[in-house]
């Protein structure tokens, strides 16, 4: 009976620390949130990840908590999905070992994301653990035997890799691992500064004008929106030469979850100011729900401890089992 059938199994980990912004909300959370109604999910604060770019070690459990809490008052409810810390299931770092010893310096150097986040740096002096950052993303993955990884594009690369790890690994020692396919997420989603349509709404951008926090308040919202920069014309349309409109209505569209070119429709002859009035109620009331949720979560600090407790202690048994399948393999 189809009560019976086995889930898809979806794995996906969360690198980012602390604050998150209404990019990564549009951008991923809300992707997990719908996610969590159909698939068998293990979502894990990726903290051994994160601690290969500089942080502040005081600092850093509570960004992982904060993160934790976020993903909560998004949506992601812990009965359905195992959300856990990376470091909590140490499988994941045993396994990576493993596959350490099949993965060969030549591809890892052709990775992307090392290049482009060892760059500025020293090659001496570039950390190892960001050079060998994804195999610990392969073993993250493998260990829980998924049929999908929901990534970013520019996670993709890491996926494949996961994916060359997994065969090689099965070819010479046996099948121990199911081979997973990366589940890229709409690049429409991908949402723009606000202050400059060609960069990402990014935490590191120069400007707080530039993003929009999920803790934003409304005088804040209200004020950045209105800021935003805009393209030449008056008509509130998107296009390829129309970049900060098409960022402003695909905002405006994923709140609203209606096609963006409703959106245009609605607001044909109307002035920005209007548009944008209506697009600062539009997130404030997005996010309105979200805060108060945050903000009971942050009065109950131990509820996100008591999540993440429960989820390694149901994730642990699952990732031991394909490890120790790995180590007899
Ligand atoms: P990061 O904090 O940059 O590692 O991003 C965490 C997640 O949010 C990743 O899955 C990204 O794809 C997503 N994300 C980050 N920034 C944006 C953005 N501006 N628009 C859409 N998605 C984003
Ligand atoms: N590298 C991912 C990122 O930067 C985070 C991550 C770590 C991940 N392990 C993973 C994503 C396993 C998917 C599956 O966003």
Redesign the pocket.
């Known amino acids: 009976s189809t009560a019976m059938a086995k889930k898809i199994t979806l794995v996906s980990g ?3 620390s602390g604050e ?2 209404l ?2 909300y ?4 809300k992707q997990f949130v719908e996610l969590q109604e159909s698939y068998d999910c293990y979502i894990f604060l990726a903290d051994l990840h994160a601690i290969t770019t500089p942080y502040a070690p005081k600092e850093f459990p509570e960004q992982v908590r904060a993160v934790a809490r976020t993903y909560l008052a998004c949506g992601l409810d812990p009965s359905r999905v195992t959300l856990f810390r990376q470091s909590d299931v140490s499988a994941h770092v045993e396994l990576s070992w493993l596959l350490n010893t099949i993965a060969t310096m030549g591809e890892l150097n052709r990775m992307t994301q090392f290049k482009e986040k060892s760059e500025d740096q020293k090659r001496e002096s570039v950390n190892a653990g960001l050079f060998d950052y994804p195999v610990l993303m392969a073993a993250d993955i493998l260990l829980y035997q998924p049929d999908v990884v929901p ?5 993709k690369q890491h996926v494949e890799l996961t994916r060359d790890l997994a065969g090689r690994f099965n070819q010479r020692f046996g099948k121990t691992f199911a081979i997973p396919k990366p589940l890229i ?1 709409d690049e429409g ?5 606000l202050d400059d349509p060609a960069k ?4 590191s951008a120069a400007s707080a004008n530039s993003y929009i926090a999920i803790g934003d308040d409304s005088d804040a919202i209200r004020n950045k929106i209105s800021r935003a920069v805009t393209d030449s014309g008056s008509e509130i349309t998107s296009g390829t030469d129309k970049p900060a409109l098409t960022n402003l209505l695909t905002i405006f569209s994923q709140l609203e979850e209606v096609p963006l070119k409703e959106i245009e429709q609605r607001y044909a002859g109307k002035s920005y100011k209007e548009f944008k009035d209506d697009l600062a109620d539009m997130i404030i009331a997005a996010l309105k729900p979200i805060q108060q949720t945050l903000a009971e979560l942050e009065a109950k600090p131990d509820y996100v401890d008591d999540v993440l407790a429960k989820g390694a202690a149901k994730a642990r048994p699952v990732a031991e089992q394909t490890l120790v399948a790995a180590k007899r393999a």
């Open positions: 969360i690198r980012s998150l912004l990019g990564n549009l951008g991923a959370l990534v970013g594009e520019d996670q997420r989603a991908r949402i723009k500064a990402k709404m990014s935490k």
